[in-house]
């Protein structure tokens, strides 16, 4: 079994900005990307940003300029750095991790979910 842990969530106000971690643990072989999603009330989760193995990114257009996500390939870690935060970036912000087990079986995990509010 594989489980990601997210920290890093809080208030701030807008223009500031956050660090949001995220670690994963268990039963890994290999993990092919991580990221983070987020979700408003009643939506569907949308992803911001993903990073793989190799170390491609991708961002969701309305954090391009402002978030960066960084892996640690060897601590099995995802970071995510926000800057300039608008009000609009308030959510829960979930992080995920996609690969194998040691058992050979594909994995995506999901962590709990970490607030993150800006205020105006």
């Known amino acids: 079994q594989v489980q990601v842990v997210e920290s890093g969530g809080g208030l701030v106000q807008a223009g500031g900005s956050l660090r949001l971690s995220c670690a994963a643990s268990?039963?890994?072989?290999?993990?092919?990307?991580m990221g983070w999603y987020h979700q408003a009330p009643g939506k569907q989760r949308e992803l911001l940003a993903a990073v793989t193995s190799g170390g491609s990114t991708h961002y969701a257009d309305s954090v391009k300029g402002r978030f960066t996500i960084s892996r640690d390939n060897a601590k099995d870690t995802v970071d995510l750095q926000m800057n300039s935060l608008k009000p609009e970036d308030s959510f829960v912000y979930y992080c995920?991790?996609?690969?194998?087990?040691?058992?050979?079986?594909?994995?995506?995990?999901w962590g709990q979910g970490t607030q993150v509010t800006v205020s105006s």
């Open positions: 995920y991790a996609r690969g194998r087990d040691t058992e050979g079986r594909n994995f995506q995990t």
């Open positions: 268990g039963r890994i072989f290999s993990i092919n990307d």
